[in-house]
């Protein structure tokens, strides 16, 4: 990092100084790259974003999957400053505050039937790993403590705390940190014959009986649950092949092991449901949520149980006074974030949004697939409001293609998101047919820019 600020960037230089940006150790980010080329984000409106230079950046991850309502919402806004005027922050242990209730009878309501009850965290991360400390739990107090293993799959994302970094089953943000929860995976749904598969792809359902064969392995009294994306996000858009979820939850009921759905990317509208348990028809025992619970606009996350669940640690509390759940953070369920939450909820439904990304899932897929056969493109898969394009890799340097296009589609006016060796998209749910071309044309002309550029 260089001690003085390039003069070409006099914009920046007025935002931070060269120590300023030093001193911030950025997440999932090329540190060395980015603080020499940083690319700022000041405002936020609708669907777009307006960068420190001052240009329109249209934002085609919806955040980080988190503003599906688009940003600068006046009602979320007014809802979290009356709250922190009002009551800025309560202890959540032992003492509460009525938003809490109130959110968590919402986010009932919003889910399945049979799952009723609603733990607050503060992110995705912190869901998974509640939920895991929730299934072995679950199973002690059941008198079954060999169940303490979980079964996760290749690909997998369930956030970077160590339970879910153990669950999940992306290489990369396992190797430097060692061994976390006692895991094992069954395979991705990727497969050559499904490739530019539109939604559910035909092939792939009896990859779920891969679960089976590993509870053969370890045996059903040693596995405490199965945790899955319902669609896999992060991984590059992996929709579950048809009948997949409906397998799990049929191998999962034979052999007595609890199911969790990682919906914090699905979760609350993007496949055109408002949840993704929902548009496939599967419920699970345990649903993790977050970023689209609040708009992204606070950090809040929820756990929701069936009350066999539930139930289980009540019965085993002992005295009325005791704590039958010895887990929580100091900003679980905090009040200005629940204010956020039902907020963003009743706009969700009040906006008919998830209906409105089923009606417009069909423009999106055809846009999308219209850019097979663009240079690099070796694979596309999509659900919903959410698309992920796979790239030859170039040579030796598998990441850094993704990286190049993401970096060259943000310098023509549109965020995308870069991961492995794919490019996501996933428009905010307000996005119009019109955005929605200009969109995918801006990643196409991106693509062709590319393979211009190196011959």
């Known amino acids: 990092m260089p001690d003085t600020m390039d003069d070409t960037t006099p914009a920046l230089a007025q ?5 300023e940006l030093k001193a911030h150790w ?7 790259q980015f603080k020499r080329d940083p690319r700022l984000m000041v405002a936020g409106r609708g669907a777009y974003y307006t960068t420190a230079d001052g240009r ?4 085609g991850l919806s955040g980080l999957w ?4 688009g940003h600068g919402r006046e009602e979320i806004t007014a809802a979290v400053s009356k709250q922190m ?20 009878h919402k986010v009932v309501q919003l889910t399945p039937p049979g799952l009723e009850h609603v733990f607050f965290t503060d992110s995705g991360s912190e869901s998974i790993d509640t939920a895991l400390k929730m299934a072995r739990g679950y199973w002690r107090s059941k008198g079954k403590p060999g169940k303490a293993k979980f079964i996760g799959r290749v690909k997998g994302y369930h956030g970077v705390n160590y339970g879910g970094v153990g669950v999940g089953g992306i290489g990369f943000n396992r190797k430097l940190f060692g061994q976390s929860v006692d895991a094992d995976h069954i395979p991705h749904t990727v497969l050559p014959e499904n490739s530019f598969s539109r939604g559910m792809p035909d092939n792939g359902a009896h990859l779920a009986n891969e679960l089976e064969e590993l509870v053969l392995l370890h045996d059903a009294s040693n596995i405490a649950a199965v945790v899955v994306e319902p669609l896999s996000g992060t991984a590059g858009v992996l929709p579950p092949p048809k009948g997949y979820l409906n397998r799990l939850r049929e191998i999962c009921d034979k052999y007595d092991l609890l199911l969790i759905f990682d919906e914090v990317i699905t979760g609350f509208g993007r496949m055109g449901s408002l949840t993704g348990a929902e548009e496939f028809g599967v419920t699970p025992d345990i649903m993790t949520m977050a970023k689209q619970i609040t ?8 756990v929701v149980t069936r009350p ?12 009325d006074y005791m704590v039958e759940f010895p887990h929580g953070y100091t900003y679980s369920a905090h009040p200005v974030a629940c204010a956020a939450g039902l907020a963003a909820l009743d706009l969700l439904v009040k906006e008919e949004l998830p209906q409105r990304v089923k009606a417009l ?16 493109v070796t694979d596309i898969r999509n659900y919903g409001f959410a698309a992920g394009l796979s790239l030859e890799h170039y040579p030796g340097e598998p990441l850094r293609r993704p990286f190049e296009l993401g970096v060259k589609c943000f310098e023509k006016g549109f965020y995308v998101r870069w991961g492995a060796d794919t490019i996501q998209l996933a428009p905010p749910f307000i996005t119009t047919e019109a955005e929605i071309d200009s969109l995918v044309n801006g990643v196409g002309e991106a693509l062709h820019e590319l393979a211009r550029s190196i011959g």
């Open 308 to 319: 066999m669940i539930y139930e289980a640690f009540i019965d085993q509390g002992g005295p």
């Open 295 to 302: 708009n992204g606009t606070q950090p809040l996350g929820a």
């Open 56 to 59: 329109r950046v249209f934002d």
């Open 361 to 376: 899932s069909g423009k999106f897929e055809a846009a999308v697939h219209s850019l097979k056969g663009s240079p690099f």
């Open 66 to 69: 988190t503003c599906g309502l």
């Open 15 to 19: 935002l931070l100084s060269a120590e």
């Open 26 to 32: 950025m997440p999932f980010t090329g540190n060395r």
């Open 85 to 104: 005027a009002e009551l800025d922050y309560s202890p959540g242990f032992q003492y509460g505050h009525p938003l809490s209730f109130k959110l968590a």
